[in-house]
Each structure stands twice: as structure tokens, then as C-alpha cells.
T-cell receptor, first 113, second 113 residues
């Protein structure tokens, strides 16, 4: 079993739709959870960062973490064509910026105008 | 924040040869990370490079195959040695900056024929 499982999609939605992206994990030591967005031929960029269980909202994006179920989600409201990208979940046992990240495979999202 | 550049952006190499990838950061950072992103696979950490010390390799990656240099706080190289088609991948470097964010370079797209 891989440490982090993420449905690779692809996922195609119409503009304005609510998008739900999910990851499950097996390592109970993960405490820090991130979502990165990667546009084609670019490096990943951090979208959301959360610690432990709970919700975090930033504009149209909401990240949820349920440590009891080892399940994290990213919701995108009012999706836009500019949201078309690959979304990667990532996790770390330790906080800060200098620790190993374990990634899911990424979900390719296309938002159609 | 940190701005990262990588050279080359892409290359096509013959099997049995070696390629050195450069990573340059616009600010001094303690640790630099090298990742591999194979088609359909998770972004996977190869090694962590700390200035002034030997790189730390993840399970499945060895120094003879992926030697790393870290001569100063803004620069690192990753060499992919004795390449085979299985080494075809995108190689990315990242750095930790700020409280929790890792910044990624644009990647080097390697094809081995």
C-alpha cells in the first residue's frame, strides 16, 4: 500500500462547478497537509497548508483534514478555467519548510468555459 | 519566497551517458531537495542536500547513480549517471523558505533513448 493515494482523474467540470479532490494516507505520523497546484511544464506551487485535523478556507479554496479517517480534501468553489491544472496533495511528519514531503500522484483537473 | 531556476530545461540523452542538472536559488537556503516526477507516478524525493555535508538519500536512490553537489547556499547539482530509459522523468529541485513552504523549480525534462 502506498503511503498516499490520490485518484489521478482526469477530472473535467464546467466553469462554476464545485470541485472536490481527495487523498487518503496510511502513515499516522503525518501531521502537516498541503495541496500544491502544478500547471503544465511548471513546478508545483503551494496552494493550501494545514496542520492536524480541521478546515481551512482561502478564497474559493477550502482544505479539510480528517486524521481519524486519514483523509484529506480540497474543495474549489466557482471553478474557473484558470484552475485547470494538476493538483497534488502532500504530507509531512514534521512542520517547517525543511522536511521531506510525501506526495500523491496528482489529479488532473480541466475546467471548461 | 524563493525563485528557483534549473538548467537545462529539457534534454534528450543516449543510454549510458550522464547528465548534470543545475539548480540556482535567488537567496541563501539551508536545505535543497531533489525530486523525480515520473509519468503517472508521485513526485518522489531523491535526496536532501545540506550545504557542507553529504547529501542524504531516500530508500531506493544511491549516490553512485545520483551524485549531488552543494558547493554553496544558493546552488546545487544533481547528476543522473549511466542513464537508461527508466530514468526518463522530470527532475525538480526545491528549497524550504519561510515558515512552511517549499518552492519548486520549473523542472528538467529528461528523455533517455
Amino acid at each position: 500500500q502506498k503511503e498516499v493515494e490520490q485518484d489521478p482523474g482526469p477530472l473535467s467540470v464546467p466553469e462554476g462547478a464545485i470541485v472536490s479532490l481527495n487523498c487518503t494516507y496510511s502513515n499516522s505520523a503525518f501531521q502537516y497537509f498541503m495541496w500544491y497546484r502544478q500547471y503544465s511544464r511548471k513546478g508545483p506551487e503551494l496552494l493550501m497548508y494545514t496542520y492536524s485535523s480541521g478546515n481551512k478556507e482561502d478564497g474559493r479554496f477550502t482544505a479539510q483534514v480528517d486524521k481519524s479517517s486519514k483523509y484529506i480534501s480540497l474543495f474549489i468553489r466557482d471553478s474557473q478555467p484558470s484552475d485547470s491544472a494538476t493538483y497534488l496533495c502532500a504530507m509531512s511528519e514534521s512542520g517547517g519548510s525543511n522536511y521531506k514531503l510525501t506526495f500523491g500522484k496528482g489529479t488532473l483537473l480541466t475546467v471548461n468555459p | 519566497s524563493a525563485v528557483i531556476s534549473q538548467k537545462p530545461s529539457r534534454d534528450i540523452c543516449q543510454r549510458g551517458t550522464s547528465l548534470t542538472i543545475q539548480c540556482q536559488v535567488d537567496s541563501q537556503v539551508t536545505m535543497m531537495f531533489w525530486y523525480r516526477q515520473q509519468p503517472g507516478q508521485s513526485l518522489t524525493l531523491i535526496a536532501t542536500a545540506n550545504q557542507g555535508s553529504e547529501a542524504t538519500y531516500e530508500s531506493g536512490f544511491v549516490i553512485d547513480k545520483f551524485p549531488i553537489s552543494r558547493p554553496n547556499l544558493t546552488f546545487s547539482t544533481l547528476t543522473v549517471s549511466n542513464m537508461s530509459p527508466e530514468d526518463s522523468s522530470i527532475y525538480l529541485c526545491s528549497v524550504g523558505a519561510g515558515d512552511y513552504e517549499q518552492y519548486f523549480g520549473p523542472g528538467t525534462r529528461l528523455t533517455v533513448t
